[in-house]
């Protein structure tokens, strides 16, 4: 791939300028596509987005906060195949600006405050090991702790093989969250983009409370070939598709990229976080107008613990602290 | 680039690879005990429930109530076949959606009841075929999952056999995870690994060794609590002796998480899952021109002060480039 210098004035026309669609196979004008969100013109076909351009589309401007952008892999098993898991790493990061497959952070949405993961399929196909499995958890436990509605928008090929079975497992240690999600009445918003397969749908993406889906995106838990493959069956039109899960009730809205933003704030202010209860403490209690006084007057009537719900940043041991302080009470 | 490593993982040499290879193999053993074998030879007393209450029974899955030294437990097992016929019949040991969801259905049945929840994990992988997309086999493996991580009951999870992906996961959140010493855990078949990563599907070898398959290096990554060692030549040659190892460590582990009270546990629980992977936090030079806009930046650019640049665009820092196909990372 050649380096793009951005102020350079040199540009290679044939190669730099368009895009012919996969779809409809008509060239596409890059400006063009870059103005109508990456989606084709012609036959509506979207193309893949980066991170930056999920920001870009979905937030209000200035409202992302990145959290936790340091956070770094490791090479738990010493991996190898015909490269090195170090060396993909660094062609992904070369490749696309990122340090890792997905980037949260809090942003806002029609001035609605959100907690938000995305992920980028361009780095390592969107895998998840060790780092996005961190991110996506603090993410959630951000939302419980701030009483936030939470939002991840997908785009993976599932757990990545170079963390073995530190990959596999984080499908549990992003679902478990989710259960503490259910209890204090915050609401979780999944977007399934192109593709969205393996592991992260056979996780929190598929535990949406709502689960919105791009356009002819390719959904599934295992891949096509695989599929058809293993079974050597004639696979039925539409085979996981984003319309296909619609179909079979697993997906509750196809959104066109254009009306993505308009629908998660509709939907945002038609699911509110649950109001607390007077008096309701535990892992619910957080860091919105009622939480922070609830938290108050319970400071002053002495019942004070220091672990406020689970810490955001305290990482993976600030939670059995917690439990063992509210079962000691 | 160096990247923490964890100590006594290196790459692994010609006789590891045959060595993990090996213990694939004894794990797919066809005399290796399947669940239905372990049961009768554990508990006291078994009562098979069959059927999701939606859409059918899935062979592939068997489960009920069980006497353990006297204790009521909830048993739940993938079930592979003996023979090419009982293999049919199960599936392989690879469920459809049905067999999670009865798999569900019996966990909160001890959730209700109060009694502990005791899996063994035996499968290839969830079933991958077209039927299983329709019934929704993502949602039904996540929904296990989450299941799992909520039960108020304490859960015992033992490996026996191969510890596929998916599918394995599914029934195999637990407050302790034991594994048979010849079982093996991984994240997607030797097999699918070397077809994606090396392009060769002969690299099954080599992507077992890589990928940490075997029962003593999940210990090492902390993935599992504890190996139970095998009869001999492994399992398939004395299902009675594996069985009264499996009895004593499932006992012994049961005896260890119920003490603690349902909050305790699920606190536990969820820590141990939690902590589970390989991260280090590393300071990142906070782009203050877009994270978090100071008040200098944010009044700057709206008065159009010198010096003070124009906010890029998330889209400018991040954008988009042209990418190939890239499969190198997802299972």
């Given at each position: 791939m050649p380096i793009k210098f951005p102020f350079s004035r040199r540009r290679d026309v044939s190669a730099e300028t368009w895009t012919k669609c996969p779809s409809c196979e008509s060239q596409i004008f890059n400006k063009q596509l870059e103005r109508n969100l990456r989606v084709c013109p012609t036959c509506g076909h979207h193309f893949r987005m980066s991170v930056g351009e999920r920001i870009d589309l979905l937030l209000d401007d200035d409202s992302f906060v990145e959290r936790d952008a340091g956070i770094e892999p490791g090479d738990p098993l010493g991996f190898h195949d015909q490269k090195s898991y170090p060396d993909r790493l660094e062609a992904s990061r070369v490749k696309t600006g990122l340090r890792e497959a997905a980037v949260w952070g809090t942003g806002r949405i029609d001035d609605q405050r959100i907690a938000i993961a995305i992920f980028d399929f361009r780095f390592m196909g969107g895998s998840m090991g060790s780092v996005v499995g961190e991110k996506l958890a603090r993410c959630f436990e951000a939302a419980l702790a701030e009483r936030i509605p939470a939002v991840v928008i997908s785009a993976s090929g599932g757990a990545r093989m170079q963390e073995g079975t530190l990959s596999?497992?984080?499908?549990?240690?992003?679902?478990?969250?989710?259960?503490?999600?259910?209890?204090?009445?915050?609401?979780?918003?999944?977007?399934?983009?192109?593709?969205?397969?393996?592991?992260?749908?056979?996780?929190?993406?598929?535990l949406g409370d709502v689960i919105l889906a791009e356009p002819r995106a390719l959904i599934g838990f295992a891949g096509a070939r695989v599929a058809s493959g293993t079974v050597g069956e004639e696979l039925p039109d539409g085979f996981q598709t984003a319309e296909f899960l619609l179909e079979h009730g697993f997906v509750d809205r196809i959104v066109p990229r254009a009306e993505l933003r308009g629908v998660l704030s509709r939907l945002l202010r038609l699911l509110p976080v649950a109001r607390l209860e007077a008096g309701q403490a535990g892992e619910s209690r957080g860091w919105?107008?009622?939480g922070v006084l609830s938290g108050i007057a319970e400071r002053l009537g002495g019942a004070v613990s220091d672990t406020v719900g689970i810490g955001v940043e305290s990482g993976t041991n600030g939670d059995p602290a917690t439990s063992r302080e509210e079962s000691e009470r | 680039m160096t990247l923490p490593t964890i100590e006594g993982l290196v790459p692994p040499t010609a006789e590891e690879e045959a060595e993990a290879w090996r213990r694939v193999q004894l794990a797919r053993h066809p005399q290796r005990p399947r669940t239905l074998d372990?049961?009768?030879?554990?508990?006291?007393?078994?009562?098979?429930?069959?059927?999701?209450?939606?859409?059918?029974?899935?062979?592939?899955?068997?489960?009920?109530?069980?006497?353990?030294?006297?204790?009521?437990?909830?048993?739940?097992?993938?079930?592979?076949?003996?023979?090419?016929?009982?293999?049919?019949?199960?599936?392989?040991?690879?469920?459809?959606?049905?067999?999670?969801?009865?798999?569900?259905?019996?966990?909160?049945?001890?959730?209700?009841?109060?009694?502990?929840?005791?899996?063994?994990?035996?499968?290839?992988?969830?079933f991958p075929g077209p039927a299983a997309e329709e019934r929704g086999q993502a949602e039904a493996i996540a929904s296990s999952i989450k299941l799992m991580t909520g039960l108020e009951v304490p859960i015992v999870v033992v490996i026996v056999g191969e510890g596929g992906s998916g599918g394995a996961l599914a029934i195999g959140v637990g407050d302790e995870v034991l594994a048979l010493e010849n079982a093996v855990y991984a994240v997607i078949s030797p097999e699918g690994c070397a077809a994606i990563l090396w392009r060769s599907p002969e690299a099954a070898?080599?992507?077992?060794?890589?990928?940490?398959?075997?029962?003593?290096?999940?210990?090492?990554?902390?993935?599992?609590?504890?190996?139970?060692?095998?009869?001999?030549?492994?399992?398939?040659?004395?299902?009675?002796?594996?069985a009264a190892a499996l009895k004593s460590a499932i006992l012994a582990a049961l005896g260890r998480i119920s003490r603690l009270d349902p909050e305790a546990l699920l606190g536990s629980r969820y820590a141990r899952l939690r902590g589970i992977g390989l991260h280090r936090e590393t300071e990142v030079a906070a782009r203050e021109d877009v994270a978090a806009p100071s008040l200098r930046h944010r009044i700057g650019r709206r008065l159009h002060l010198p010096g003070i640049p124009r906010r890029p665009r998330w889209s400018e820092i991040w954008p988009s480039s042209d990418d190939g196909e890239n499969n190198e990372g997802g299972a």
């Open positions: 596999l497992l984080q499908l549990a240690k992003t679902t478990a969250p989710l259960t503490r999600l259910d209890s204090a009445g915050v609401p979780f918003i999944s977007v399934l983009t192109d593709p969205t397969t393996g592991g992260v749908l056979a996780s929190f993406a598929s919105g107008p009622i | 372990l049961i009768p030879r554990i508990f006291d007393d078994f009562v098979e429930l069959h059927g999701d209450r939606s859409f059918r029974d899935d062979p592939a899955i068997v489960g009920g109530p069980a006497l353990l030294d006297g204790r009521a437990v909830m048993v739940i097992g993938h079930q592979k076949g003996n023979d090419t016929d009982s293999n049919i019949f199960r599936n392989f040991g690879s469920a459809h959606p049905e067999g999670f969801r009865k798999a569900q259905r019996l966990m909160r049945l001890a959730d209700k009841l109060g009694i502990p929840v005791i899996t063994f994990l035996d499968t290839a992988g969830a070898p080599a992507a077992a060794a890589a990928m940490r398959m075997t029962a003593a290096d999940q210990l090492k990554l902390g993935v599992i609590d504890s190996v139970i060692a095998e009869p001999g030549e492994g399992a398939h040659v004395d299902h009675d002796s594996t």
